[in-house]
Structures are given as structure tokens and as C-alpha cells.
């Protein structure tokens, strides 16, 4: 009996179409490192890693890192051959104190540090207020005093205490913007100074981004000294969150080690109502949800690592943890010994700094909410040699690159940092 050709070939195309579809119900559909779509498919190189591109859908080649940048230890500190080795004076005295967080910390101690040294002053080791009315610690508690110390001793003088027989009623209160220059100094705070003293400085804040701008002067290597190399966790702090960033490495084997921190805070998010930029794909602040598909479409795996400075879980998180499964919150990861201390007391002002030197620390920084603390964060991780730092946006395709999301700070070399490290 002879065989009907046409048969046949319909029998093969039916048996074709058939694993076709089996291949495509247990395809992961947000993995885009096994997307198997049919076209042409060509390799480029993506910051050190190779990728393929098959009708603009993006996968890692075998043996790449995926997304996953590399750390750039290229930059080194421009100011200590900066810094003159002249005698430090000292005429009065300089109070301030830390407040708001970490973010703004950095910039509180460097406006101080300038005011005291072109003023001739000792700086009073500063206290740590919080946003509640009473909630107060010392220095200690959370910084290492005799870091900031040492590291200032050419500079300027730090004392831990006022003497006695000075008094804070005293003192004149002199409110300076942030990134106080030499010449503010000389023509507003320097005749107060003059005048009583001793001055207790108040830093405000203009703005909250920290770009260089073209009518920007070099940064003073004083400036650079106070911001990057005086502010170090006391050790038992710095202890817990080593511990904590440990913790996060180890549940990330599959990836090298590596995890990402996303900087997302309900609170925060409901209060901002979150809108539009004006900017195609560009929203002031973005929800669970939208970090999640974003992550994946940029190619980062679903057994990828991810902490959240979100203080406890909370039920909007739900979406982001059945996409990234390894999605953790402060309580998930610090020894619980600690957490007494550090997670359970009525004050954020622990939770705050863990959450910056975590994000700091991180492989990858993603600011789902922008400001100071996304700034700052940023400064640190250039001075660290961490680059990648990714500003969300509403991919429109199935996938995207994550190199056309790195931080305008970074790709544009325009953050304040890139001029104390060269």
C-alpha cells in the first residue's frame, strides 16, 4: 500500500506543534534568561558580560553575569595631597547636631567641619536627634567618635564635650545652607562669630540632589575629607550589619553572592502619590509591583536576592516577593539577638542607618523613591567603587537593557563625589 506524503508531513508538523507548546507552558515567563523566541539572534557586549538579543528580547549567553555589573575600583581620594599640614587654632566653639538620618548626616558634619575650620573653631562632637520630640542619643551610639577624631585631627580640633564654664544659652544660632562655601562663611558666620564666640550651627537644605554644576568651584578637600572619610559605624553596629549583608550573600550562591537593595518604604510611598515626571516611562516614586517588573525586565532571575528598606513586611510587598521568592525585610535577616536594639525600639533612627549601609553595600541600588537618601547613597557607592545604580522607569518592551537605567549621577559623572575621587 503506498504512503500518502502529504500525510506524513501533516503528522510531523502536528507532532512539532505539539512540543512547541509543551515548551511553552513550562517556559517561566518573567525569566528572560530562557526566552527561546524564534528570530535571528546576535551577541553584544554589556559592560563585560555577552548577551544575546533575539527580537529585542534580552538573555544571558552561557557562562555570563548577566546584568550584574562589576565593581570599579579605578578611583582613589584626590584630597590628601590636598589638605595643608598647617597648625590647627582654635578660638571657640561649634555645636550642631544629626538629624533626619544618615542622608542627612553626611552633610550636616561636612557644612560643620567647613564653618569650624575656615572660622578658626573646635567643633563639640555632635548628638543625635530624631524625628520624635525627645529622641535623642550620643554620637556614640551609632558613629565611632575616635574615627572622626583622628581622621579630622590636621584640620580641625573635635572635642566630646563643651567645657563648663561654656553654656549653650549663650551660643548664637546660624542657620547655613548645605554645601556652605568659604565666602557665605566670611560674610554671614564669621561676624557673628566674632561676636559671641561660639555659634551653634543649623544646616537647611535648598535643595536635596548633589550634582555638580558648571559654576561649582573645586570642591574644598576639607569638604571631601568630612564627607567620605570621618562618618564610620561603632562597631557593634557596624558588626550587625555585616552580619546582615553576610546573610543576604549567603542566600545569593546562585548569583555569586550577589543581591540587590531596592530603597521602597510604604510610608513614604502613600505620602508622595506617586505621578508622572513628564518624562516618558518616568514616575516621581514606584510601588512593589512596578519594582518587580522592572528588575525582571532588565534580565535579573527570579531566584535573585533583593532587601528592602521597608521596616517590616507588608501586604502590597506580596507581588514582588511571588516574582523574587529571596525578598527580604530587616526583621527576616538580623540576628535575633539584635533585634531588641536595633529593630524593636521605638526610634528608626538604627533601622535608618542599617538601610543606608546596606544599600551602600549592595551589588545593585535601586531608589524606588527619589531624594537625599538616594543621593547620598550614590556618593558612597562611588567612593566604594559600586556603580550600579538603577533608576526605575515603565519598560514599555518585553525586556530592556539595564545600562540605559544606570543613575545620571553615574553615566554623567555629574555626582558631587566624582570630584574628591579621581
Not at 18 to 36: N, P
Not at 260 to 271: N, T
Request: glycine fraction near 6%.
Amino acid at each position: 500500500m503506498g504512503v500518502d506524503l502529504r500525510q506524513v508531513v501533516a503528522g510531523i508538523l502536528t507532532i512539532t506543534m505539539f512540543v512547541m507548546l509543551g515548551q511553552m507552558l513550562h517556559r517561566d515567563y518573567y525569566d528572560s534568561l530562557q526566552e527561546k523566541a524564534q528570530g535571528d539572534a546576535h551577541d553584544i557586549e554589556f559592560e563585560g558580560s555577552r548577551v544575546s538579543v533575539k527580537d529585542s528580547l534580552v538573555g544571558a549567553v552561557e557562562g555570563s553575569k548577566g546584568p550584574w555589573m562589576d565593581d570599579n575600583n579605578d578611583l582613589n581620594p584626590c584630597w590628601p595631597t590636598l589638605l595643608s599640614d598647617e597648625a590647627v587654632s582654635s578660638k571657640g566653639y561649634v555645636t550642631f547636631s544629626l538629624t533626619n538620618g544618615p542622608e542627612y548626616h553626611i552633610s550636616q558634619i561636612t557644612d560643620a567641619v567647613m564653618v569650624a575650620k575656615h572660622l578658626g573653631a573646635t567643633i563639640v562632637l555632635p548628638d543625635i536627634r530624631g524625628s520624635k520630640p525627645g529622641d535623642e542619643r550620643n554620637f556614640e551610639d551609632i558613629y565611632d567618635a575616635d574615627k572622626l577624631i583622628k581622621s579630622l585631627k590636621n584640620v580641625i580640633k573635635v572635642v566630646k564635650q563643651l567645657p563648663e564654664e561654656v553654656s549653650l544659652r549663650d551660643m548664637a544660632i546660624v542657620k547655613v545652607p548645605t554645601r556652605v562655601t568659604e565666602d557665605y562663611i566670611n560674610e554671614n558666620i564669621d561676624p557673628i562669630f566674632k561676636s559671641k564666640g561660639n555659634i551653634r550651627v543649623a544646616t537647611y537644605f535648598p535643595s536635596v540632589n548633589l550634582r555638580k554644576s558648571s559654576q561649582d568651584r573645586e570642591t574644598d578637600p576639607v569638604a571631601c575629607l568630612a564627607m567620605f572619610g570621618s562618618l564610620e559605624l561603632q562597631p557593634e553596629l557596624n558588626a550587625v550589619v555585616e552580619s546582615m549583608v553576610e546573610r543576604l550573600r549567603t542566600h545569593s550562591r546562585k548569583s555569586g553572592g550577589r543581591f540587590i537593595a531596592v530603597d521602597l518604604r510604604i510610608d513614604l510611598l502613600e505620602k508622595k502619590h506617586c505621578h508622572s515626571t513628564g518624562v516618558v516611562g518616568s514616575k516621581t516614586c514606584y510601588n512593589a509591583q512596578e519594582i518587580a517588573l522592572f528588575l525582571r525586565k532588565l534580565g535579573f532571575a527570579g531566584d535573585t536576592t533583593i532587601y528592602l528598606t521597608q521596616p517590616r513586611w507588608d501586604s502590597s510587598l506580596n507581588i514582588l516577593k511571588d516574582i523574587f521568592p529571596k525578598t527580604f525585610t530587616k526583621d527576616a535577616i538580623m540576628p535575633a539577638s539584635k533585634k531588641s536594639k536595633y529593630l524593636e525600639s521605638e526610634s528608626s533612627e538604627y533601622e535608618n542607618v542599617i538601610d543606608f549601609y546596606i544599600s551602600s553595600r549592595s551589588d545593585v541600588f535601586v531608589p524606588a523613591i527619589s531624594g537625599l537618601f538616594y543621593a547620598n547613597v550614590v556618593g558612597k557607592r562611588i567612593a566604594l567603587g559600586k556603580p550600579q545604580v538603577l533608576v526605575p522607569a515603565e519598560i514599555s518592551e518585553t525586556s530592556g537593557l539595564a545600562t540605559d537605567f544606570i543613575s545620571p549621577y553615574i553615566s554623567k559623572k555629574n555626582h558631587l563625589a566624582y570630584s574628591c575621587f579621581c
